[in-house]
Nanobody, 124 residues
Framework: QVQLVESGGTLVQAGGSQRLSCAAS????????MAWFRQAPGKEREFVAGLTRNFGNTHYADSVKGRFTISRDNAKNTVYLQMNSLKPEDTAVYYC?????????????????WGQGTQVTVSS
């Protein structure tokens, strides 16, 4: 199995940028479909972006499309989420997740492994 550790979350002003990292150990990230989810206070965990296992195809939530980019560095065994043009509504705890299939799912219960989360706060 894989262990996931997120980092990079901080306080940033609206319009700014931030890059989150998800470092994996135990197995390689290329063995999984990978995704980022987020959860704001009082809200359900929601899908943000995903990356397929075999071809690295990507899928994004409509709310972040054109602003966020998910990527994978196999040499560093790390998945990234580059976030640009941040908005206050992007404020949440961001989680990295791995799924033991090749395809992405937007449903959190379908992921097998999770990191502990990293807080992103966007001030207006």
């Amino acid at each position: 199995q894989v262990q996931l550790v997120e980092s990079g979350g901080t306080l940033v002003q609206a319009g700014g940028s931030q890059r989150l990292s998800c470092a994996a150990s135990g197995r390689t990230v290329s063995s999984y479909a990978m995704a980022w989810f987020r959860q704001a206070p009082g809200k359900e965990r929601e899908f943000v972006a995903g990356l397929t296992r075999n071809f690295g195809n990507t899928h994004y939530a409509d709310s972040v499309k054109g602003r966020f980019t998910i990527s994978r560095d196999n040499a560093k065994n790390t998945v990234y989420l580059q976030m640009n043009s941040l908005k206050p509504e992007d404020t949440a705890v961001y989680y990295c997740a791995a799924r033991e299939t090749s395809s992405i799912s937007t449903q959190a219960p379908e992921y097998n492994y999770w990191g502990q989360g990293t807080q992103v706060t966007v001030s207006s």
